[in-house]
């Protein structure tokens, strides 16, 4: 399938992707509806669970959807630059997160620790 260039840039901004077999991929981009359950729906979706697996919605659809090739899936990663989009910290409490991942470091090195998966919760 032949994707116009905006939907490429969508994909790769935010989109998602499935391996299908050895040629061949399925992508989603533009919005995301959550779904609770897959059971009605026709359309491909995306299993995406939340860290505590506590998501009452853990799968998605796209609003668009492709199988696209490997071949063509190479062809449109090669068309944007390989440095990736700076990123910004909105967060206020950036010292904070800082510091909780220097101590957890520091566990993880001394062995005290096997895994470590620093998140941010935010209550709204």
Known sequence: MRLARQDWRCFIESGSL???NKDNYLIGWGTRTWLENIYDSPSPFFYFPDFFLSSPCPWFQH???AIVSQH???AAMHTYPATP???SWKNPYLA???NTCKELHTHFYNKKL????PIY???V
């Open 63 to 65: 609003k668009f959807t």
């Open 96 to 98: 904070h997160f800082e």
């Open 18 to 20: 499935i391996r299908l």
């Open 114 to 117: 096997k895994k470590l998966c």
């Open 121 to 123: 919760l935010k209550k």
């Open 85 to 87: 989009l700076p990123l």
């Open 72 to 74: 063509e899936l190479l």
